[in-house]
């Protein structure tokens, strides 16, 4: 079954950085683009960044643009998601997600606290 487990949340403090993976195993990886979206309590999940399935092609929400880079390693059937420049907005779970013969598949998501 598709599983994606997702790691490297942490505390930081403002103007810090943070790399997160998601490790993904049960689909052909490399053929299925990877979003990031993140998640504070009370809130929609909202949508952070994603990359087509050769890595070529990324996006970013605007509140990310410039200080987050998502990448893919499809040899290790990663995704990662270097933060620079945190920002006490940017605390939230953060999901990785794929979407598999239509369904939405969702990591457990890692929790990214920034300090002010």
């Known amino acids: 079954q598709v599983q994606l487990v997702e790691s490297g949340g942490g505390l930081v403090q403002t103007g810090g950085s943070l790399r997160l993976s998601c490790v993904a195993s049960g689909f052909a990886f490399s053929n299925y683009g990877m979003n990031w979206y993140r998640q504070i309590p009370r809130k929609e999940r909202e949508y952070v960044a994603n990359?087509?399935?050769?890595?070529?092609?990324?996006n970013y929400a605007a509140s990310v643009k410039g200080r987050f880079t998502i990448s893919r390693d499809n040899a290790k059937n990663t995704v990662y998601l270097q933060m620079n420049n945190l920002k006490p907005e940017d605390t939230a779970v953060y999901y990785c997600k794929s979407t598999v013969r239509n369904y939405d598949h969702w990591g457990q998501g890692t929790q990214v606290t920034v300090s002010s």
């Open positions: 990359v087509d399935s050769s890595g070529s092609s990324t």
